[in-house]
């Protein structure tokens, strides 16, 4: 025979649940050490990808970031950016006071959606939702959620745990789910000293990293991302804004681009070769002949940046600049190389990163 359990027992139970819901986001849970000289504690950061396909990846971020003082506001920005082929399937916020009592809550149609095209980009298919929140008292918490889905899959997220000075880490982890198998490569960066666990299979990967202290910015000091811990993953077989590639080293890289983005697209119409030669013939030598060309596209030419699509690492034809007169760094750089190319000078069309 069961016996009743007295009904307090109950409510007790139920009040230790709703204590400890409330108290979760407390800034007073924060470890003292962690709080030395950061403006902000990283408390959860979690980015989890699944590559479904060679033409399919959903990424899903949820970070909490408890903010300190305003300097620390620039580590708990609330933005997700998506195209024509990139589809933002969740996105919420939430905000917490110092004693973790939720004081705001924002959810998917609460976002500004704009535009994210800089000064001198005459169009581009990027935007970006947002929400610009202004803090009413320090410190409080910030849950923000966000997963997406995109057809691209040649630029997976890196790993990149702290995110600078004066910021640090209870815990950051970084999972890539590859049931398909499809083989990649990785690069880690700067583990020594940091306490990092790793998974690695053909089919997953997993880093954490634990209580992490602020680093303090000293007179000098050189850049967070020159000496902090990162990963970079990139599979062998991918799928960049339309178009496929395949490649294990730059080498395969730079064979891909040319064959699949380049070639071809150096043509130049005889009216415009005659009068580039023309102006090279007193030339004594190749630089000279270089001097001239650079000096003939930029009197001819203007930057305009057009970032659709493939459009945003294919170059604009050197005919259709000579035509238009304008063009971004890859279609001017590809005119330009087209030109030193007629007049017999030896250029390459390089891919900086």
């Known amino acids: 025979m069961y016996k009743k359990i007295p009904l307090f027992v109950y409510f007790l139970f139920f009040s230790i649940c709703c204590f400890s819901q409330k108290t979760v986001y407390a800034a007073f849970l924060i470890p003292a050490d962690l709080k030395e000289d950061a403006n902000a504690v990283v408390r959860n950061n979690s980015r989890e990808i699944t590559i479904e396909a060679v033409n399919s990846m959903v990424v899903y971020n949820r970070e909490v970031v408890t903010v300190l003082n305003k300097l620390g506001n620039s580590d708990a920005i609330i933005s997700a950016r998506y195209n024509n082929d990139t589809k933002i399937t969740k996105l919420s916020a939430y905000i917490y006071d110092a004693f973790g009592n939720e004081i705001k809550k924002y959810k998917a149609r609460d976002f500004l959606d704009v535009s994210a095209v800089s000064g001198g980009t005459l169009y581009s298919d990027a935007r970006v939702k947002y929400i610009e929140y202004t803090p009413i008292g320090y410190p409080y918490t910030l849950v923000f959620e966000s997963e997406y889905k995109t057809a691209t899959t040649g630029f997976i997220p890196w790993w990149f745990p702290v995110n600078g000075y004066y910021v640090s880490v209870e815990k950051s982890t970084y999972k890539i789910n590859n049931p398909t198998g499809i083989a990649w490569r990785k690069k880690e960066t700067n583990f020594t000293d940091f306490n990092i666990e790793k998974k690695d299979s053909d089919t997953g990967l997993q880093y954490v990293l634990k209580n992490q202290k602020a680093f303090e910015y000293e007179h000098s000091a050189r850049s967070p991302r020159d000496i902090l811990p990162k990963v970079k993953v990139a599979l062998n077989t991918f799928y960049l804004k339309g178009v496929y590639g395949e490649a294990t080293n730059w080498q395969e890289f730079g064979q891909w681009m040319h064959t ?35 000096q003939f596209m930029q009197n001819k030419t203007r930057y305009i940046s057009v970032q659709v699509g493939i459009g945003g690492w294919e170059p604009i034809t050197a005919n259709q600049v000579d035509k238009v007169g304008y063009g971004d760094c890859k279609g001017l750089t590809n005119y330009t190389k087209a030109l030193l190319e007629v007049v017999g000078v030896t250029s390459y069309y390089t891919l900086y990163v």
């Open 260 to 294: 699949a983005l380049i070639e071809g697209r150096d043509i130049i119409n005889e009216a415009t070769k005659t009068k580039i030669v023309d102006l090279v013939k007193d030339a004594k030598s190749p630089i000279e002949k270089a001097k001239i060309v650079y």
